[in-house]
């Protein structure tokens, strides 16, 4: 994944994040909810990769999984707080037009979606039945 998909991907987060109850924190917002869907995606990988016997499963109890999380969220929190990186970020995609808008909100959406559908899709998945 490009660092541009990550960045339009806070972008998105960050106006959503705007939006809410926390509003005054856009930015902490959307740094955690990006880290937890990147962490959850690497979770799934793990799990596919496992039950497909390529690759074991990197997290052997809920703790470890607890320590990548946090550890997720801690480096995304540096990656865009540090030196107000979120800041460049956002003046890089505020001027979108009405049609990359469109296209950026279906994007976010079905990527968010996909997540948590996958979440159910390896939970269920048989190896050797697609």
Known sequence: MKMKVVDYLF???YLAS???SLNEIPEWLASIILAMILGVNIIVISALLAK?????FLFSSSFQVAVFMFIDIALILLFFLRKKRYERVIGRFIDESKN???RGNIFVIGYIVFTFLSIFLIAFFKPGKL
């Open 11 to 13: 972008f998105k987060l």
């Open 18 to 20: 705007k939006k809410s």
């Open 52 to 56: 497909l016997e390529v690759f074991p």
């Open 100 to 102: 990359q808008k469109l």
